[in-house]
T-cell receptor, first 113, second 114 residues
């Protein structure tokens, strides 16, 4: 079975500073990788996904993530955050022959002026 | 607009009173699932359905039931709710074929059982 570990539960950051959210996964077979964002009182919205090919994936709102197979990681980055990026971020994995998503515990990002 | 619709958004109920949370999708997706979200635990799958009349348990199915009589609908049923089922619930759907591999989520249902 696959599992996901988000290494930081809370990340406070100042506006216009860079942010990195760390995600490690374990799986004995190939996976698809996702980052979802949950704004306050809203559902989950897909930020980006890695299926295959280039290991650097660009998503919406200026976010990008890099897949590192040897380290089984999929860290999310943004070079300059805005107040509106305050949200909870979830890393998720899915086996390529299945449909079930396994989620990490989430990282709460709080952007301060 | 492609969407997953859950109702109600908020629900407060008493222990033991049966309730149903509805979920409907308009994307003709085969795969649907229910998750609960709890602080520090992320989202955990309750039940899923591969297609009409095909359902199976996820990671935390105890105390829940589902049905899939139509492709678009996947209601979550709590026959006898208990306080430990107080949580935020999400319905999700995804296609089983094609290049779109991500799940689409509803807006969530915040359930409080007192």
């Amino acid at each position: 079975a696959q599992s996901v570990t988000q290494l930081d539960s809370q990340v406070p950051v100042f506006e216009e500073a860079p942010v990195e959210l760390r995600c490690n996964y374990s799986s004995s077979v190939s996976v698809y990788l996702f980052w979802y964002v949950q704004y306050p009182n809203q559902g989950l919205q897909l930020l980006l996904k890695y299926l295959s090919g280039s290991t650097l994936v660009k998503g919406i709102n200026g976010f990008e993530a890099e897949f590192n197979k040897s380290q089984t990681s999929f860290h999310l980055r943004k070079p300059s955050v805005h107040i509106s990026d305050t949200a909870e971020y979830f890393c998720a994995v899915r086996l390529i022959n299945d449909y079930k998503l396994s989620f990490g515990a989430g990282t709460t990002v709080t952007v301060r002026a | 607009e492609a969407q997953v619709t859950q109702n109600p958004r908020y629900l407060i109920t008493v222990t033991g009173k049966k309730l149903t949370v509805t979920c409907s999708q308009n994307m003709n997706h085969e795969y649907m699932s229910w998750y609960r979200q709890d602080p520090g635990l992320g989202l955990r799958q309750i039940y899923y359905s591969m297609n009409v009349e095909v359902t199976d348990k996820g990671d935390v199915p105890e105390g829940y039931k589902v049905s899939r009589k139509e492709k678009r609908n996947f209601p979550l049923i709590l026959e006898s709710p208990s306080p430990n089922q107080t949580s935020l619930y999400f319905c999700a759907s995804s296609p089983s074929t094609g290049s779109h591999t991500e799940a689409f989520f509803g807006q969530g249902t915040r359930l409080t059982v007192v």
